[in-house]
C-alpha cells in the first residue's frame, strides 16, 4: 500500500469498523492511534480462549532445552597420536575423529551427519553399516553391494541424512538439525560435510538465515584449497570459502593443518555450542578438510592449545642462527612453511620460525574488537589484539601463506607487528598435478623462501643479487619445476 | 493457454468424429444426472484405468478447473463465531496498518509493507483462531514459517493478545533507536529471539527450510529421541515467490519422505512487486500441475460465497469456461475497473454468462470479481502413499483438516460490510 491520506485513513477507519473520531484522525495524521478495545472486550476474551485451547501463542520462541553429558578430553584422542608412518589427509582424520564422537555414549546419537552424495570420497561410508542412512521407508530392494562391507544400508532409524546432490536441502536440513534445541527442546549436532566450493558461495543466503535462527553445528568444507583438490579444475577449485565464512557473523571458522588441531578446534565447538557454558552459544563452525595424503604428526609436547583456539601458536623454531624471519601458514599450506624453513636454513643460512595460524579470520575478530575498545574508551588501558601479543616478541619480516587467495591472510594484516607479506592463490583454479599448481600461483615451498628472502633484502639484511640467484636456483618461473605437494587423495 | 488444454501434449486438438464424441458426452451426462457426480467419478476413474490397461496412453490431467477444489455442499460448517473472529481481525489489519503508516511518518520513512498482511489476514487468522498449536499443546506445537513481509500482522495480534506492547509497535523497524522497544521489520529469531522461530524474508528459504523442517519432525520421531510426529509444519508463501528454485526444487523430495505433516499456504494475490505473476498464465494453475506432478495434495480456495449461486446456475459450464480461459493479467485489470467493466468484459464474452449476471447490479458485479482476484489461494498437504493401512488413514485424517481450513477460510474471506 502507498503512503495512506488522511482521507484513506478515514476510509479505512470506516471499513476496519474502528472507534476513532476523525477529530483524533486529524490531530496527527502521521501518527493515528492504535485500537485496543481493553482485555474484557468479548472479542478479545474469545480470542484469548481459541489460543489458551490450542495451547498458547504463535509466533513464540523457546529454548528450554534436555542438558547433554559432553564426552571427556580421551574420546577425541585418536587425532592426537598422529598417523604414524601412514599418510592420510585432514579429512580423513576427521572421518576418524566423527567415528568415535558417534560411538560416544552421550552425545553419539545426537550427531546428525548430513552428507550430499559425497560420504565415500570422505571417507565417511565407514558408517553405513552401524549409523545407517535415514530413509522413512527403510530399504525394500536387494542392495547391489550388499556383500560389501560399506554397503549403502537405509533404514528408518537410520542417522545420516542423505539428501542426494542437493546442497540447498543438505543446508535446510542443517538449519532443521541445528535449531532443534530450541524448537524440539532436544540439543542435535549436525555436521554438514560437502566439497567447500559447493557451500558458501551456493548456499550463502541459507547460512545467513541459518545465522539468524541461531543454528548450532559443523560445516564441514571438504576438498578445500585452491591447488589441493587435483585434476577437478576451475569449478571446484576452492580458494575463497574462508573468505566468504568471514562475512558470517555467527560463523567460527578454522583452517586446520593436521587431526590434532582439529581434535582440539572440535572439542571446544562441542562445549562452546552445547556445553551449556558459553555465552555466546549461537554460532556454526566452519572447518576446512583436504584430500592431500600426509603424515599427520603426533600432538607436540606442551601444545599451545590456547593459541590454536584462538588462531596462532608457535609450531617450529630455527634450528640455526642467522637473520630471523617468520612464517605465518595455514591449512595444508604449513608443511610447506616446513619446507620453506629447512630451505631457508640450508641454502640461505635463514633462521625461520613456523606459526600455524589456525584462524585467520577469528584473529582478525579479536584484533577490531581491540581497536574498537580502545576508539571508544581513550582512558582505558588499552587493548592489545591477541595475534599482537603472541608475535611481538618475533624477530624479522613475516611471511604470510596459505592454499587461499590473499584477502584471507591479509585479514590480520594490521595486527601484525613488522613487515608483512602474503602469498596467495588469486585466479580461477584449473585442472593440473599440485606441484605445478602451486608453482603457478606462487604459494609453493620456493615460492616462498624467495618472498622471504625479498622482505629481507628490503630491510637491508640480506645481499639483493641473492634474489635473482634464488629466483634461478629454483627455475621460479617454470611451473614443471615445482616440487611441494604429494599426487592422491580422494576427490 | 497450455495448462488448460485438457492434453497440452497432443500433437493436434481435432476431433476425428465429432458426432460419435457427442455421443460418449451425452451418455455420460445422463449417468451424472441420473446417478450423481460420485457415480460419474468412479465412471471416469475405471474408464481411466482401463485406458492405461489398453496403452492408450492418455496423460495425467494435472490441473482441475479454476474453482474451489472442494464443492459447496462438502464443505464442514464454519467452527467458530465467524461475527467476532471477523470484528478483531478488523483490529489487527487497523493496527498492523497503522503500525507501518507510523513508521513511513517524514522523518523515520522507515517503510514496511501492509497489502501482504491485508491480503492474507483472512488466511492468517483462521490458523491461529482454529489451526496453529502453541508450545503448551501436547502435540509440542506446530512450527510456522509467516511470511516474511506479513511481520505487520502477527505484531498487531501480538497487541491485542496483551504480549507485545503499544510502544513496542510504535518501535516498529526501529530495533536501536526505539530500544528496549524496537521491533524488526521481517522475522529475525536472532533480534526477537523469543517471537520468531523462522527466518523467511529471503525468498525461497521458507518453503525450504519448511520442507526439511518437517523431514526433522519425522526423523528425531524415527529415532526415538523425541516422539514430535503429531507436530505440524506450516509455511505461508507468496505466489511471487514460488518461482524461486529453492521454493520448488524439493518438492518432489517432500512427497517422497512421506511428509504428511506438512503444509503450504500460498496466498496467490496474483501480484508480485513489479508486475503480474503470470500475466497471459495461471498462476494458480501452474502450481496446481506442478505441485501434484510432484506429488503433493493440493486444494484450491479460489471464489467466495457471492460467486456460489452463479456457479450452481452454470449448467453449461459458460461460466467455467471463462474462469479458465481468463488470464491472470485479466484478472488483476478486472479488480481494478467498475462493474460495469467486468460486466461488458469479463462476463460479456459469452452470451450466456452475460445472461446470467443480468439480475445482478453492476456493483455486485465489481464486488464479486475483486473477491474473485483477492482470495485465490491453496492449502496444500504432501501426499502420503497409500500402500499401508495406517498412511492411508493418516491420509484422511489430513484431508478433512485441509477441508476444514479451506471451509474456515473460505468464510473468513467474505468482504466486512
Ligand atoms: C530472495 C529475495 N529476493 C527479493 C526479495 C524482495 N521482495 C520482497 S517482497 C517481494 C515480492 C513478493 O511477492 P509475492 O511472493 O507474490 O508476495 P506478496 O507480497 O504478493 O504476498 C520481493 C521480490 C526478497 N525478499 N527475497
Ligand atoms: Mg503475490
Known amino acids: 500500500m502507498k503512503k495512506m491520506t488522511l482521507d484513506n485513513l478515514k476510509k479505512f477507519r470506516d471499513e476496519m469498523h474502528i472507534p476513532i473520531t476523525d477529530a483524533a484522525l486529524e490531530a496527527d495524521p502521521y501518527q493515528p492511534p492504535f485500537y485496543h478495545p481493553g482485555e474484557d472486550d468479548e472479542a478479545i476474551q474469545y480470542m484469548q480462549e481459541r489460543r489458551r485451547e490450542l495451547g498458547g501463542y504463535v509466533p513464540e520462541r523457546r529454548t528450554k532445552h534436555t542438558h547433554i553429558e559432553l564426552p571427556e578430553a580421551k574420546t577425541y584422542d585418536v587425532v592426537k597420536k598422529g598417523s604414524g608412518k601412514q599418510e592420510i589427509a585432514t579429512t580423513m582424520a576427521f572421518a576418524r575423529l566423527l567415528k568415535d564422537l558417534l560411538r560416544d555414549k552421550s552425545i553419539g546419537n545426537r550427531i546428525v551427519p548430513i552428507i550430499p552424495d559425497e560420504a565415500r570420497t570422505f571417507g565417511m561410508d565407514a558408517y553405513f553399516p552401524t549409523a545407517k542412512i535415514y530413509n522413512p521407508a527403510g530399504q525394500h530392494y536387494t542392495s547391489v553391494d550388499r556383500e560389501q562391507l560399506l554397503a549403502y544400508k537405509e533404514s528408518p532409524q537410520g542417522q545420516i541424512v542423505h539428501v542426494g546432490i542437493n546442497e540447498a536441502g543438505a543446508f535446510a536440513a542443517f538449519t532443521a538439525v541445528g535449531t532443534s534445541y530450541a524448537t524440539h527442546g532436544e540439543p542435535l549436532i549436525p555436521v554438514y560435510v560437502f566439497y567447500s566450493m559447493f557451500g558458501f558461495q551456493r548456499t550463502g543466503d541459507a547460512m545467513w538465515a541459518a545465522g539468524d535462527q541461531m543454528a548450532r553445528g559443523f560445516i564441514m568444507g571438504a576438498t578445500a584449497g585452491r591447488t589441493t583438490l587435483t585434476g577437478e579444475g576451475l569449478q571446484h577449485a576452492d580458494g575463497h570459502s574462508l573468505l566468504l565464512a568471514s562475512t558470517n557473523p555467527a560463523v567460527v571458522s578454522y583452517d586446520a593443518a593436521y587431526g590434532y588441531e582439529l581434535g582440539h578446534i572440535v572439542r571446544d565447538g562441542i562445549e562452546r555450542m552445547y556445553g551449556g557454558k558459553h555465552e555466546d552459544p549461537n554460532v556454526m563452525y566452519y572447518l576446512t578438510l583436504y584430500n592431500e595424503p600426509l603424515v599427520q604428526p603426533a600432538e607436540p609436547e606442551n601444545f599451545d592449545v590456547e593459541g590454536a583456539l584462538k588462531g596462532i601458536y608457535h609450531l617450529s623454531s630455527a634450528t640455526i642462527t642467522g637473520p630471523k624471519a617468520q612464517l605465518l601458514a595455514s591449512g595444508v599450506a604449513v608443511p610447506w612453511a616446513l619446507e620453506a624453513q629447512q630451505l631457508l636454513a640450508s641454502d640461505w643460512g635463514v633462521a625461520a620460525d613456523v606459526w600455524s595460524v589456525t584462524s585467520w579470520t577469528e584473529l582478525r575478530r579479536d584484533g577490531l574488537a581491540a581497536e574498537e575498545f580502545n576508539f571508544l574508551n581513550p582512558n582505558e588501558e588499552p587493548r592489545v589484539p591477541y595475534v599482537t601479543t603472541k608475535l611481538a616478541e618475533a624477530k624479522g619480516p613475516f611471511v604470510a601463506l596459505t592454499d587461499f587467495m590473499h584477502a584471507v591472510p591479509d585479514q590480520i594484516r594490521a595486527f601484525v607487528p613488522g613487515d608483512f607479506a602474503t602469498l596467495g592463490a588469486d585466479d580461477f583454479g584449473f585442472s593440473d598435478t599440485r606441484a605445478a599448481a602451486r608453482r603457478f600461483f606462487k604459494i609453493d615451498s620456493h615460492s616462498m623462501v624467495v618472498r622471504t628472502l625479498q622482505s629481507l633484502v628490503k630491510r637491508g639484511e640480506m645481499d639483493p643479487a641473492v634474489l635473482a640467484h634464488a629466483i634461478e636456483k629454483y627455475s621460479l618461473h617454470d611451473v614443471n619445476a615445482g616440487t611441494t605437494g604429494s599426487a592422491g587423495g580422494e576427490s | ?417
Open chain 2, 1 to 417: 493457454m497450455t495448462v488448460n488444454d485438457q492434453d497440452p501434449y497432443s500433437v493436434t486438438n481435432t476431433d476425428k468424429d465429432p458426432e460419435e464424441t457427442a455421443e460418449w458426452n451425452e451418455s455420460l451426462d445422463s449417468l451424472v444426472a441420473a446417478q450423481g457426480h460420485e457415480r460419474g467419478r468412479e465412471i471416469m476413474l475405471s474408464l481411466l484405468k482401463r485406458s492405461k490397461d489398453l496403452h492408450l496412453g492418455v496423460p495425467m490431467v494435472p490441473t482441475t478447473d479454476y474453482i474451489n477444489t472442494i464443492a459447496k455442499e462438502d464443505e464442514p460448517d464454519f467452527p467458530g463465531d465467524e461475527k467476532l473472529e471477523r470484528r478483531y481481525r478488523a483490529w489487527i489489519r487497523w493496527n498492523a496498518a497503522i503500525t507501518v503508516h507510523r513508521a513511513q511518518r517524514p522523518g523515520v520513512g522507515v517503510g514496511g509493507h501492509i497489502s501482504t498482511y491485508a491480503s492474507s489476514a483472512a488466511l492468517y487468522e483462521v490458523g491461529h483462531n482454529h489451526f496453529f498449536r502453541g508450545a503448551d499443546h501436547e502435540s509440542g506445537g506446530d512450527q510456522i514459517f509467516y511470511q516474511g513481509h506479513a511481520s505487520p500482522g502477527m505484531y498487531a495480534r501480538a497487541f491485542l493478545e496483551g504480549r507485545m506492547s503499544e510502544d513496542q509497535l510504535k518501535g516498529f523497524r526501529q530495533e536501536k533507536s526505539q530500544a528496549p522497544n524496537g521491533i524488526s521489520s521481517y522475522p529475525h529469531p536472532r533480534l526477537m529471539p523469543e517471537f520468531w522461530q523462522f527466518p523467511t524474508v529471503s525468498m525461497g528459504l521458507g518453503p525450504i527450510n519448511a520442507i526439511y523442517q518437517a523431514q526433522n519432525n519425522k526423523y528425531i520421531s524415527n529415532r526415538g529421541i523425541k516422539d514430535v510426529s503429531d507436530k505440524q509444519v506450516w509455511a505461508f508463501l507468496g505466489d511471487g515467490e514460488m518461482d524461486e528454485v529453492e521454493s520448488r526444487g524439493a518438492l518432489q523430495w517432500a512427497a517422497n519422505e512421506n511428509l504428511d505433516n506438512l503444509n503450504f499456504v500460498i496466498n496467490c494475490n496474483l501480484q508480485r512487486l513489479d508486475g503480474p505473476v503470470r500475466g497471459n498464465g495461471k498462476i494458480i494453475q501452474e502450481l496446481e500441475s506442478f505441485f501434484r506432478g510432484a506429488g503433493w495434495n493440493v486444494i484450491k480456495v479460489v471464489w467466495g460465497r457471492e460467486w456460489d449461486d452463479l456457479l450452481a446456475n452454470d449448467h453449461e459450464g459458460a461460466l467455467r469456461d471463462l474462469m479458465n480461459r481468463t488470464p491472470d493479467g485479466d484478472y488483476q485489470t478486472y479488480k481494478a475497473e467498475s462493474g460495469a467493466y467486468v460486466r461488458e468484459n469479463f462476463f460479456g464474452r459469452d452470451p450466456r454468462t452475460l445472461k446470467m449476471v443480468e439480475h445482478l447490479s453492476d456493483d455486485v458485479c465489481g464486488t464479486s470479481s475483486a473477491v474473485a482476484t483477492t482470495t485465490a489461494r491453496f492449502t496444500r498437504h504432501s501426499r502420503p502413499r497409500t500402500s499401508t493401512r495406517g498412511n492411508r488413514l493418516s491420509f484422511s485424517r489430513r484431508r478433512s483438516r485441509a477441508m476444514a481450513w479451506a471451509r474456515a477460510s473460505r468464510a473468513a474471506t467474505r468482504p466486512i460490510r
